[in-house]
C-alpha cells in the first residue's frame, strides 16, 4: 500500500489513459471506476483502505480526468466496456473485482454480464439501470455550468449542490477535475459530448444484463441518494439472485466521499466474505 497513487498512462483503443496505481502489487486485483463527470481521484478516500489487502487501481475513463476525449463522440456503453478489458489485458490481470460508481457502475453492469470470465466479483455504487429522473437532471443542470472565473466559484458551486462535503474535501476533488485555461478561467476536463453517445437509450438492455451477471454482486446505496430510490435498489436484488444491498448513512449519490468510513464498512465484509 502507498500513501499517495502512482500515475499511470497508456493506450488503449487509440486512445491515452491516465490511471492512479495505489499498490499493493501481487494482492487480488481490484479496478475502481468513477461516476460520470469524475475522475479516479473520485476514490481517493477509501483506496488507500482498499490497498491494505488488495491491488487498486483506479481508471480516467475515456472523456473524463487526464484521459483524451473520445473523437467522433465515441462513448457507447460498448466502447467503455471495450476499455475496460483492454485495461485488464494491458495490466495481465486475467480477473479482477469491479468496485464502481454511477456511470462507471452501469458500465460495469455491462462488462459483468459480456465478460464473466474476467470478473471476480462486482460492486456498484449507488445506481441501476433505473435511475431517478428528478436527481438526474439535478446532477446535469449543476454540470450546464462548467466554466468558472475562478477556483474558489466552482467549489462553492458544488459545496451548495453537495452540502455533505466539506469545503475542503471538494476543493481536493475539483483540483484533479477542472483545468485553468491561457485566460486565467477554470473549466471541467470532462467531454460534454459524453451524454450524446447513446447512454440514455440502452436502459433495458442494462436490466437484461444484470440478469446475467455470475459473479458475487453488492449494491451500496446512500441513503440520501437522489439517484437511486430505495425501491429500485429492492429491484436489482430481486433480478440479480444472490446480491445483495447494503445502505450507508449520512452518503447521497457520492457514497465513498460523501461516508468513507461508512462506504469501507459496507464493502470490506462483501469482500472477506467472498474471498476477494
Known sequence: MTASPADGTTSLNGLRFHFLDWGTRGEPPTLLLHGGAQTAHSWDEVAPDLARDHHVLALDQRGHGDTEWAPGGRYRRDDFVADIR??????????????????????????????????????????????????????????????????????????????????????????????????????????????????????????????????????????QSAILSREAAARFVRELAGSTVVEVPGAGHSVMGDNPSGFIGAVRPFLARHRL
Request: proline residues 4%; charged residues 25%.
Open 86 to 223: 483492454a485495461f485488464l489485458d494491458d495490466r495481465n490481470w486475467e480477473r479482477a473485482t469491479l468496485v464502481a460508481l454511477s456511470l462507471g457502475g452501469l458500465n460495469s453492469i455491462a462488462f459483468a454480464a459480456t465478460h464473466p470470465e474476467r470478473i471476480a466479483g462486482l460492486v456498484v455504487v449507488d445506481v441501476t439501470p433505473t435511475i431517478s429522473q428528478t436527481g438526474g437532471k439535478a446532477i446535469a443542470a449543476q454540470l450546464q455550468v462548467r466554466d468558472f472565473a475562478s477556483f474558489e466559484e466552482a467549489v462553492a458551486r458544488a459545496q451548495a449542490f453537495n452540502p455533505l462535503r466539506s469545503a475542503e474535501n471538494i476543493r481536493a476533488r475539483l483540483r484533479h477535475a477542472l483545468r485553468q485555461g491561457a485566460d486565467g478561467r477554470w473549466s471541467y476536463k470532462f467531454d460534454p459530448g459524453i451524454g450524446g453517445g447513446g447512454l440514455e437509450a440502452d436502459f433495458e438492455r442494462l436490466w437484461e444484463q444484470v440478469r446475467q451477471i455470475r459473479c458475487p454482486t453488492l449494491l451500496v446505496r446512500g441513503a
